[in-house]
């Protein structure tokens, strides 16, 4: 059980990374049995947002609506993994600011890399100007500057950035830490006969 | 006082002795009959003496947390001694890292305070402040039992003893009171041992032990006479002479708080509302000799925790869940008629003050963490939350209870705007006195 609703918004490049680390976290706060839910860009435009396209009006649109969706999950004490490239501020500030219980994770790599990277061979259309409106290409990435995490996913691993976020959770008190038991059995057993001898179980 | 004393603004400081479970009512009889000589001077002499309410559930864990977060346990999320997680269902001890607020020391080791708290009910295990913080009973084990680590070495030097053996009152009373009064002239000397070396804005100690000693013996101090009424009383002067000793301590200009959690009266019965709610259909079980609530059948439609906390075995919600959503309302309303009119079978007495909905009194943030009914008895009946009586109610071994309209609440200032009305406001008032409620 998380401890307060959260929503974590991943934002960064396409091919950054952003996916791959949010995958990672949720399964890890799924193991803990933690309410977790995801929302990805690639997925949301296929449903929620399936209308816009990628203009910077639709843009802003996409993010409203998912940021409603967020909300209400967030609401309900669900960690909500939100991985939207987002590259504006303003709409990263307003996602914020209609959640409430958010923070921000830069999830960093350089154009050059995520072009190396391109997974989807989106940058080589993109170079190609066969796609219109590709941020870091043909659209402006304003880059977050009070980034409550960033993972710099060119230099570091995979399991360090997710190692990062996790971690981040804890400090912060919206997860429990991993088997951090405070008794052991026999202390358990100690402190249960104790309350029981109160008449306090 | 020094030249430098005069020419520098002096800063504020606040000690806490938190007297466990000490009604109002009980100590004004102790300052007229004269056992409390020292408190009857304190409160003659100017200050701030006042009844208080404490918190729903009436119970220690709930009411320090209160105090210690400025939130009703749908703010801070410690709603008892035992908790349920609902899905996967499970039975657990909440401790101080389930508390969702952040707590009055934590505040203000922030606002670059220092303090000083000890034996404190549900401060184990021991978070980082800004000082030291020595936790209480739900520490087993001495090692583990204070921030930093180190200051658990002095306490075994000194021979300190976390908490009385409460199993000892069932073996020999005489023996488990000898104990009692061992365990609060430790707690003193320990505490003024620290009092005298630390340096400190806030220093709290809490003394669990008047608690214990009026759950084991309140029925022997109710009887006006005999060798445990006259121990009971004896108690109180311990504590009043060591509170003379420790004001002593005090600078001039300190302010000193002194304060309980609840009141205590005679526990003439404990009321079993599982057997109840088994009786009615509403809870069942499985197997025909059921340990706690973990054991309940999927069929079940409320089960109860310890006290009187009355939970929808709510499908979607619980694991073994049953009762549509749909059917909630309904239900709790149903429970709520059929709660109140609930007769005790040899008296035919009603003895049911209250049953409220969850949102009727809360409205913290984890407020869907909260029982969904809260039954409150008339005083002298104890509603326990256990699942193998065969009798609705009964009388028990410990004779007594809490009560909710009795704490209070003595500090060496004038309030002056500032109201108490109960437990939950003293964190405002801590941090007004230490002047850091700016927040
Ligand atoms: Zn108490």
Redesign the interface.
């Known amino acids: 059980m998380p401890k307060k609703g959260l929503t974590v918004w991943f934002t960064g490049l396409s091919a950054a990374g952003k996916t791959t680390i949010a995958l990672a976290v949720e399964k890890i706060l799924q193991e803990r049995g933690i309410k977790v839910e995801r929302l990805d860009g690639d997925t949301v435009r296929q449903s929620l947002t399936k209308d816009l396209g990628f203009s910077k009006e639709d843009r802003d649109k996409n993010i409203s609506r998912v940021s409603f969706v967020a909300k209400l999950l967030t609401r309900n004490n669900v960690i909500v993994l939100a991985s939207f490239i987002s590259p504006y501020k303003e709409e990263r500030s307003k996602a914020k600011e209609t959640i409430g219980s958010f923070i921000e994770v830069y999830v960093h790599a350089t154009v050059e890399e995520c072009t190396k990277r391109d997974p989807k061979g989106l940058y080589k259309k993109a170079i190609a100007g066969e796609i219109p409106h590709f941020t870091g290409v043909s659209d402006p990435y304003e880059e977050p500057e009070h980034a409550d995490l960033v993972c710099h996913t060119v230099t570091e691993s995979e399991e360090e950035s997710v190692q990062k976020v996790i971690q981040f959770l804890e400090d912060n008190n919206y997860i429990e830490k991993a088997g951090e038991e405070v008794y052991s059995d026999e202390e358990r057993e100690k402190v249960q006969k104790r309350l029981e001898d109160l008449g306090y179980l | 006082m020094g030249l430098f004393g005069s020419i520098f603004k002096k800063k504020k400081r606040i000690a806490v002795i938190g007297l466990d479970g000490v009604p109002h009512s009980f100590l004004l009889k102790r300052m007229k009959d004269g056992t409390m000589p020292f408190l009857k001077k304190l409160v003659d002499s100017g200050g701030h003496f006042q009844r208080m309410n404490s918190v729903i559930p009436t119970?220690s864990s709930v009411a320090w947390s209160t105090f210690m977060t400025g939130k009703d346990c749908s703010g801070h999320?410690i709603f008892?001694?035992?908790d349920r997680?609902e899905d996967?269902f499970k039975m657990y001890?909440p401790?101080a890292?389930n508390m969702?607020a952040e707590t009055l020391w934590e505040y203000l080791s922030k606002k670059d305070k220092r303090v000083f708290v000890m034996n404190v009910p549900v401060t184990?295990?021991p978070k980082k402040v800004n000082g030291t913080l020595i936790a209480g009973?739900?520490c087993?084990?001495i090692n583990k039992s204070a921030y930093p680590a180190k200051v658990a070495e002095e306490l075994k030097d000194l021979d300190y003893i976390i908490?009385a053996?409460?199993?000892l009152?069932?073996e020999s009373k005489d023996k488990f009171m000898d104990q009692l009064f061992k365990v609060l002239e430790k707690r003193f000397e320990v505490m003024t041992h620290f009092y005298k070396k630390e340096k400190w804005d806030f220093f709290q100690c809490h003394i669990m032990d008047t608690d214990?000693l009026s759950?084991f013996f309140w029925k022997e101090y109710e009887s006006g006479s005999g060798k445990f009424h006259d121990e009971f009383i004896r108690f109180f002067k311990v504590i009043d002479n060591e509170l003379e000793k420790f004001s002593k301590l005090m600078r001039k200009d300190d302010t000193l708080m002194i304060l309980s959690d609840h009141g205590f009266c005679l526990a003439e019965k404990e009321f079993y509302i599982n057997k109840w709610l088994q009786d009615e259909g509403y809870l069942k079980f499985d197997n025909a000799d059921p340990k706690n609530i973990e054991d309940m059948s999927p069929d079940s439609k409320a089960y109860s925790l310890?006290p009187g906390r009355v939970f929808i075995n709510l499908k979607d919600r619980e694991e073994k869940g049953s009762v549509a959503p749909s059917d909630y309302e309904g239900l709790r309303d149903e429970l709520i008629q059929k709660i109140k009119k609930i007769k005790d079978p040899e008296t035919g007495e009603e003895f049911i003050k209250n049953v409220f909905k969850r949102e009727e009194i809360y409205d913290g943030?984890?407020i869907?963490d909260v029982a969904d009914l809260i039954v409150i008895p008339r005083d002298g009946i104890?509603v326990?939350?256990n699942v193998n009586k065969s009798k609705l109610l009964e009388e028990?071994?410990?004779s007594g209870m809490h009560t909710y309209h009795d704490a209070f609440l003595y500090l060496n200032k004038e309030l002056g705007d500032f109201k108490v009305d109960s437990i939950r406001d003293c964190f405002d008032l801590i941090i007004n006195l230490l002047e850091v409620n700016e927040k």
């Open positions: 119970i999320g008892g001694f035992i997680h996967p001890i401790l890292k969702r184990y295990p009973f739900l087993t084990d908490d053996d409460a199993w009152a069932r214990r759950h310890i943030e984890f869907d104890d326990k939350g028990g071994f410990i």
